[in-house]
C-alpha cells in the first residue's frame, strides 16, 4: 500500500507562483510513476502532469505546459508541482496520484486527499 499527502495549496493571485508537495510512503515510491490531477469546481478530474521513475519522462497537460514543472526526489520520497503564472482557471483540488501511467484517473492506482489552490483575479 501506498499513502500520498500533499500540501502547498493556497489562495494565491493570478500571476503568481506556488509549489505543491507531496510525500508518498510505503512500499517503495521511488518504483513507481507519479504525478498530479486536479478537479474544478463542478468539472471532472483532468490529468495535470507525470513524471515516470523509469527513464524520467514526463507528461504535461496541454494547459499547463510551459507554465508547470514536475520534479521528484526519490530520497525524500516526494514530487513536487512548481505552478508558475498562475491563472484563475487553474483554481481546483490538485491530488497527487502514484502507479500506472497515463492521462486517465483509472490509470492510477493510488490517490492522495487532495489541496485546494485558489486563484484570484
Known amino acids: 500500500q501506498v499513502q500520498l499527502v500533499e500540501s502547498g495549496g493556497g489562495l494565491v493571485q493570478a500571476g503568481g507562483t506556488l509549489r505543491l508537495s507531496c510525500a508518498a510512503s510505503g512500499r517503495i515510491v521511488s518504483s513507481l510513476n507519479m504525478g498530479w490531477f486536479r478537479q474544478a469546481p463542478g468539472k471532472e478530474r483532468t490529468f495535470v502532469a507525470a513524471?515516470?521513475?523509469?527513464?524520467?519522462?514526463?507528461n504535461y497537460a496541454d494547459s499547463v505546459k510551459g507554465r508547470f514543472t514536475i520534479s521528484r526526489d526519490n530520497a525524500k520520497n516526494t514530487v513536487y508541482l512548481q505552478m508558475n503564472s498562475l491563472k484563475p482557471e487553474d483554481t481546483a483540488v490538485y491530488y497527487c496520484?502514484?502507479?500506472?501511467?497515463?492521462?486517465?484517473?483509472?490509470?492510477?492506482?493510488?490517490w492522495g486527499q487532495g489541496t485546494q489552490v485558489t486563484v484570484s483575479s
Open positions: 496520484v502514484a502507479g500506472g501511467w497515463g492521462t486517465l484517473e483509472d490509470q492510477f492506482d493510488y
Open positions: 513524471f515516470a521513475w523509469r527513464g524520467g519522462t514526463i
